[in-house]
């Protein structure tokens, strides 16, 4: 029986530094498919993971974007989730959510995205067989969809908006899409706000605003389609920044305003950028935990509309390949990937983004 022996960054608890492991991986059973993992996105939510702002069964891996080189492939298991043919030596594209087609949100609601159980995948014993990314070989246990990266397009482009290309692609579903000529606004530049910003602009959206820092992120939010960036930096109070976004828009505040910066304060502002009869999506909130201050007769009087969206569904990934297919040679996608980082470095990846000195880091071989 083949083996593979390779190492993986474990969380061992909250606010510790990740340890180096070094595992042996076993021929993929029945339905699985055994990965050499080439790029581990490093996601803003692995660092409130990693500060222990969510519970989690410590000890685990980290990591759960990843695009990877097939080494076996159990039996069984000739295509990809969407019917394509793979064989070792292709690349593949997942996230380790593995819906269980067991609970009310798989089978009544049909929303996989909200399956209480598709976690189970992701968190499990770090000594043993895992799907996350910051490590050398994974296994995407049977179910668990993924989807082929095809022979023209780069490793890198499919990785550089991570998870938050399906997870916008998502959120624009529940949004009721962007129609063309409308204004929006998207708070924060990381890799949430540049998927929210390119695909607003894929969209027809006019204008496009973009709301955070760094400068470098503003500038890659720019060759993404915005037609506006709004420095923090610059202009650090919430009223100058709501001001300047009801000048751009003819005083009328934004159609359609997405959060996606991942900080409690940016719901309360961006209740005041939303137009009357606006709509405003929350994406980046996932694992930012607490309270904040709202005026609640905005949503009333101004006719608001609030929507949340969390994850992705498997078709969303898919979605994410076929855009990046089309699109990368067109955009800065490859050029968003700013570091790299090996297996043995984690730990300063996590504080590199936790400081907001990457567009997107990732971790795989040197």
Known sequence: MTQWTGKRAV??????PLEIHE??????????????????????????????????????VLGHEGVAVIEALGTGVSTDSAGEAVAVGDRVYWQPVVPCQRCYA??????????????????????????????????????LPFYRVPDDTPSDAVIA??????????????????????SVVVQGCGPVGLAAAWLAHLSGAAPLIVIGA?????????RFGAT??????????????????????????ADVVIEAAGVLPAFSE?????????????????SAPGTV????????????????????????????????????????????????YRIEDSQRALEAVARLETVKAVIGPA
């Open 23 to 60: 595992v042996t991986e076993r021929e993929p059973g029945p339905g699985e498919v055994l990965v050499h993992v080439t790029h581990g996105g490093v996601c803003g939510t692995d660092v409130h993971l990693w500060r222990g702002e969510m519970p989690l069964p410590n000890p685990i």
């Open 106 to 143: 798989c089978t009544v609601l049909g929303d996989v995205s909200m399956c209480e159980n598709a976690f189970a995948g992701v968190f499990k014993d770090a000594a043993g067989p895992t799907a996350a990314s910051y490590c050398e070989y994974a296994t995407l246990g049977a179910g």
């Open 228 to 253: 506006h960036t709004l420095d923090m930096t610059e202009l650090p109070d919430p009223a100058a920044r709501a001001a300047r976004v009801r000048e751009i828009t003819g005083g009328h505040g």
């Open 270 to 286: 961006g209740l005041n950028l939303v137009a009357r009869a606006g709509r405003y999506l929350i994406v980046g909130l996932w």
């Open 161 to 182: 908006l991570g998870c938050a290309l399906p997870t916008m692609l998502q959120g624009l579903e529940r949004l009721g899409g962007i129609r063309p000529g409308q």
């Open 293 to 340: 201050a709202i005026e609640p007769r905005l949503i009333n009087n101004l006719n608001l509309q609030i929507i949340g969206t969390a994850l992705a569904q498997p078709r969303h990934l898919h979605q994410a390949v076929q855009l990046v297919q089309t699109h990368h040679a067109h955009f800065p996608l490859a050029e968003a990937v700013t570091h790299r």
């Open 11 to 16: 969380l061992v608890g909250p606010d510790r």
């Open 214 to 222: 760094p400068q470098r992120r503003l500038e890659m939010a720019l």
